[in-house]
């Protein structure tokens, strides 16, 4: 039992299945599932349907954090991904060519790529702190994603588009189908090939790393260029399940989700070890959040407001400084002075 | 890597490195400037630098406050949303429970003071990266201003009226009393900056923490406080957004936090802290400004362009200041 | 005799699972410099760190000025009159010298600063430790000797009993040395006492008084420094080890030396960290590298693994030259490298001792090619058996190691990888006493297998238990190169560590 509620699954899953519980007090049938159409239909359905963009963002994010950076990138590089591939549709005769379709696709995450790679070479070879390098394309992101849907809302009407994001193929949601796959993708890619490991290495400790003889460069890159090809999905499934590219909202603060789903799955933002499945039920979570709050009737725009509880809850709890302070306040002895300043003091090295 | 260290090394003229990015700004506004005068006739109707003024104002103030936080090597993410609450608060108390000007205004300084003052006391005793704890005070400020409404609610109380349509006359040109408001601001943290303990403290911070704490300076003090001018300066900020746009709306300065940041950046404040200037980023503004009213008067662009120059602009910048600051091993 | 103006006696400081300080008395007498001498885990940064109030004291007093005290922090202890200078200077780059030297205590007018009083201020205060410079410059653009100086101006001005400064001279060049023991006289004359530690004995007999040694956390003597010899001192530092550890059986002394050495390195050296050096290392050889801490043993290690770039010289491998890039450039030509810091520079804590083990072979084969697990699963049994790592569970996380055992599980990353030079500092360092046995008998069992060794350590009677030939490094050079035959011992190295000293 002990075991159980140490593992660091235990408190998202829990609140995972509290807040799903707590929905059939105002929506009986809540996990209901049933085939209607040849569709799979319920409430359990749409969450992972509508989380999977959020998942692929944050899976990707996960791989960054775990090197010890961040991209705050991603909810740019979501519009700008999905506005190549609208504006390509947009401009081909025959929207429902599948050839064309697929070339559009093909075009976007190749972007994706190499939006990506420009982060990565900002962040590994440049060497300019994650925070700042990535803020430039966020920044920048959305002036391009504009300027190729030159302002406007780019509205297609293709029906192969159409399936990536809110389209069906063997009774499954296509999306949570993709969202599956990448899961598995990402999951074999790193704990199949040594990336994984790499990884939480040069985030766990990048000096004793490069004396293993770890191409950190490499590896940090490697991370930046997957978050990039995430986020440039998660584009293509929003935009496609609307069918249409707005360059101004699309993916708007999905970069703050995306830390948020990884943080709430047991990443440490301060890097090292990482958990895809944390970072699942993480998303899982903050989309069943936002459900509830539409199902249960409070106003939507609360949303944000559970969000900012939920970060400085989920933050709180994994500060060693306010472990210290809260939970050990008062076994401390009292010789020892509280406070912020012997904390500081204790950390100043002072060499032999 | 070699070579960016050769430029580096070849840029160690220590005395003068600090102040590179302002000329670089300077040098920047004026080539600027020069090429609007050059190809539009009314460019040089000193009405235009006004106007650049009177529309940025509320940013002016935003990214004063800004450049505090980002001078101790912080950042605060949640300035826009605290800008929009501000706006909304305002408009929601002046238009529907009626209540008197001279009684808002403070209150949305004290509600904007005392959301920098919470989370500077978090990020300071807790030890949590600034980013994250001004993202969920941005999540915060934001989900206030949608619980409040969402739709925009139009000012007309008196006084906001009469500060969005009075100018300030010298001569043909004229200016908004929030830009009179803005410049006071900038004058005060100049002041602030270069005469008192707490702006040279904020210095200290950011050039080196732990000789800050071991030198007796007052860390948590400053660290809070820098939090706290910036949650003040963006509900000033917010007010003169009220006055300019005479609305509150939940979707005002999206995103303002990314232009404030741009402009301390561009204004030659290093991110990683401790060094900069407040009339840097008054610079920094102009040049946002600037391209702005260039964007207009050339007409052919849109305006999304903006976020695209900005971007290279701060890619340029961020790039200067790796080159002029030593790598730490 | 003067009064002492601080006394500490019988400080006793424990961590969990380690003595730092026992039972131990030092004082300050004014006027005087007194060094605080020490290999590394003696206790002195522990002694200052408790001086100062960093750490409470489990036991013991202090004196100072004839009141007893206990600070709180070095805040506190600074207002009480004692003042710390670190090695890495504890001012703000990015401000001014005159700030600096002012800061959080400025003149003030109704809260207005009043720069020209703290300038003016200033260049007295720097004119009287014979500095003249611009107080308007930022503090970053001078020299580490200047920015060395202001922060003792800044502390001899808040307050001027005792001052202690901690490893002042590691960054600065010989005539930057001398300027800064010339302010160090000059406020020794002015009555102030002064806690040196340094590592260099030079430096020790050129400006101390008396010296206090150290060793393992106890008091080993204080002397005048004019009645103790360099000989005597590196003996009461280094000491002879007590434990009898268990015999290694005798090592063979002479090697059938192959005509081209593994690894040849010429001229190699890095400004500001060691003096070009040779040094030749055979196959199935173990060089002992012996000097004391700061003498640039560590440096000489780091250097031939391409760790730090060398800036002079050329190295050769099994009679290629090598063009060093880095760790990889070392690892590609079977080179492998234990760092001193275990835990900052060796280990990923957070990992699993399986992971840590196969970390370095995994990084030569690249991500794409991962160590099949039941290869992993051999390789980590193999050497969890054979070091006897404890607790033998491949998925324990590293940090929750005992230190003896993650010393082994970084050697066990680099044994996998098959190196033909392996380099070690101090492998034993801080690690029990068992442990310790068991990597010294692997060291030579690896030898014995045709392994050359490079081993740091700063207990010279470990060096030699193990050594062919123990290279002698002191003040950043390397003097003497010593074949390990029967007249080679103890008082015979520290005879070369003390020989071409200047008292």
Known sequence: MNTLVKHRLFWPVTMLVVLLLSNLIFTPGFFKVEVRDGHLYGSLIDIVRFGAPLIMVALGMTLVIATGGIDLSVGSVVAICGALACWRISEQGDQNSVTGVLVAVALALGLALLLGAWNGLLVAVVGIQPIVATLILMVAGRGLAQLITDGQIITVNSSPYKLIGGGYLLTVPFAILVALAVTALAVLLTRRTALGMLIESVGGNAEASRLAGIHSRRITMMAYIVAGLCAGIAGLMISSNVSSADGNNAGLWYELDAILAVVIGGTSLAGGRFSIAGTVVGALLIQTLTTTIYTTGIPPETTLLFKALVVTIVCLVQSPAFRAKVFHGRRRPPSTPAGPATAATEKVEVPA | MTTFADVRSRLARPQQRRYLPLYATLALLALMYGSGVAQYEAFSDPQVVLNVFIDNGFLLVVAVGMTFVILTGGIDLSVGAVVALTTM?????????????????????????????????????????????????????????????????TIDDPFWTRMAQSKVRFGDNFISPSVIIALVVVLVAVYVLAFTRLGRNTYAIGG?????????????????????????????????????????????????????????????????????????TVLGVLVLGLIQTLITFDGRLSSWWTKIVIGALLFAFILLQRLITPRKR | ???????????????????????????????????????????????????????????????????????????????????????????????????????????????HIRWSTVERRARELLRRLQLDIDVSATLGTYSLAVQQMVAIARAIDISAKVLILDEPTSSLDASEVQQLFRVIRQLKEEGIAILFVTHFLDQVYEIADRITVLRNGRLVGEHRTSELTLIDLIGKMIGKELEVL?????????????????????????????????????KGEVVGLAGLLGSGRTEVARLIYGADKADHGQLTVAGRAVTM????????????????????????????????????????????????????????????KALDIRPPNPDALVRNLSGGNQQKVLLARWLITEPRLLILDEPTRGIDIGAKAEIQRLVAQLSDGGMAV??????????????????????????????????????????????????
């Open chain 2, 208 to 280: 080196n923490p732990r000789s800050a704490h071991l030198m007796g300076l007052p860390i948590a003090r400053t660290r809070i406080a820098v939090y706290t001018i910036s949650g003040f300066c963006s509900a000033l900020g917010g007010v003169l957004l009220s006055f300019y746009m005479l609305s509150g709306n939940s979707l005002h300065a999206v995103g303002m936090e990314l232009d404030a940041i741009a402009a301390v950046v561009i204004g030659g404040t290093l991110l990683t802290g401790g060094s900069g200037f407040v009339l840097g």
């Open chain 3, 246 to 282: 268990e015999r290694l059986e005798d090592r063979p002394k002479r090697l059938a030396e192959d005509a081209v050495p593994l690894v040849d390195a010429r001229e190699l050296g890095r400004k500001g960290a060691v003096a070009p050096f040779s040094l030749t290392i055979h």
């Open chain 3, 1 to 111: 005799m003067t009064e002492a103006i601080l006394t500490m006696t019988g400080i006793s400081k424990e961590f969990p699972g380690v003595k730092a300080l026992s039972e131990v008395d030092f004082r300050l007498l004014p006027g005087e410099v007194h060094a605080l001498m020490g290999e590394n885990g003696a206790g002195k940064s522990t002694l200052i760190k408790v001086l100062t109030g960093v750490y409470d004291i489990d036991q013991g007093d202090i004196v100072l000025d004839g009141e007893p005290v206990r600070f709180s922090g070095p805040l506190q202890a600074q207002h009480a009159g004692v003042s710390t200078v670190y090695q890495e200077i504890n001012l703000c780059p990015n401000l001014s010298v005159a700030e600096n030297i002012f800061i959080g205590r400025e003149p003030r007018f109704l809260g």
């Open chain 2, 89 to 153: 608060v305002s408009a929601t108390l002046l238009q529907e429970q009626g209540w008197p000007a001279f009684t808002v205004l403070p209150l949305v300084l004290l509600i904007g003071a005392t959301l920098g003052f919470g989370m500077g006391c978090i990020i300071h005793y807790f030890e949590i990266q600034p980013f994250i704890v001004t993202l969920a005070g941005m999540f915060l400020a934001r989900g206030l201003c949608y619980t409040i409404g969402t739709s925009s609610i």
């Open chain 3, 325 to 384: 890039r880095g760790p990889r450039t070392a690892m590609a030509n079977d080179i492998a490298f234990c760092s001193e810091n275990r835990r900052t520079e060796g280990l990923i804590e957070e990992l699993t001792v399986r992971e840590n083990i196969v970390l370095a072979m995994q990084a030569t084969r690249g991500w794409t090619r991962p160590i099949p697990r039941r290869r992993q699963d051999e390789l980590v049994d193999k050497y969890v």
């Open chain 3, 454 to 503: 490079l081993f740091v350590s700063a207990e010279l009677e470990e060096v030699l238990r193990l050594s062919h030939k123990v290279a002698v490094l002191r003040d950043r050079q390397l003097i003497a190169e010593l074949p390990n035959d029967d007249s080679l011992d103890v008082d015979r190295v520290m005879e070369t560590i003390a020989s071409g000293a200047k008292p």
